[in-house]
């Protein structure tokens, strides 16, 4: 069992920044990689980013437009979103997702997500 929890969502004004975290406990000894996923309202669930287990390889949505960072801390097994350059459409609630090892991209695990707002 690992359980997720997402903090570092809030309201902030257009062109500001946030930095998400992810703090993952339980049987987080199973845990490869890791990601964030986001969905607005009215709309599906979208792809954010992407990091592998050793903090090596990052992947990105091509919304992204290199304003959000992925990092992780493995000796601390949380994963982190830096978020620059936000804008109303970035508004969503947003998820933390971890996969196990043998199959890293397959995310079974999620948080409950943390609302992002950010206003124009």
């Known amino acids: 069992q690992v359980q997720l929890v997402e903090s570092g969502g809030g309201l902030v004004q257009a062109g500001g920044s946030l930095r998400l975290s992810c703090a993952a406990s339980g049987r987080t000894f199973s845990i490869s990689s890791m990601a964030w996923f986001r969905q607005a309202p009215g709309k599906e669930r979208e792809f954010v980013a992407h990091?592998?287990?050793?903090?090596?390889?990052?992947n990105y949505a091509n919304f992204v437009k290199g304003r959000f960072t992925i990092s992780r801390d493995n000796a601390k097994t949380t994963a982190y979103l830096q978020m620059n350059s936000l804008q109303p459409e970035d508004t969503a609630v947003y998820y933390c997702?971890?996969?196990?090892?043998?199959?890293?991209?397959?995310?079974?695990?999620w948080g409950l997500g943390t609302q992002v707002t950010v206003s124009s």
């Open positions: 997702a971890a996969a196990p090892n043998l199959r890293p991209l397959d995310y079974s695990y």
């Open positions: 990091i592998n287990r050793s903090g090596g390889i990052t």
